[in-house]
């Protein structure tokens, strides 16, 4: 059974909340270095470091 953050389909299920799925910044084509870049954040990797970012879209 999912848990702790798993996505249900990598256990053959339906999402149990598919109102709160969010795409990846990178599905749609978003270069995300880039675009932190231009946006001045500071953003580096170094080795296996995880970073975790997020981008707010208003129309």
């Given at each position: 059974?999912?848990?702790?953050?798993?996505?249900?389909?990598?256990?053959?299920?339906?999402?149990?909340?598919?109102?709160?799925?969010?795409?990846?910044?990178?599905?749609?084509?978003?270069?995300?270095?880039?675009?932190?870049?231009?946006?001045?954040?500071?953003?580096?990797?170094?080795?296996?470091?995880?970073?975790?970012?997020g981008?707010?879209?208003?129309?």
């Amino acid at each position: 059974m999912p848990g702790g953050g798993r996505a249900a389909f990598l256990f053959g299920l339906p999402c149990r909340n598919p109102g709160q799925a969010r795409p990846s910044m990178e599905a749609p084509g978003i270069d995300v270095l880039a675009t932190a870049r231009v946006a001045g954040l500071p953003f580096f990797l170094q080795g296996e470091e995880v970073v975790y970012t997020g981008l707010v879209l208003i129309e």
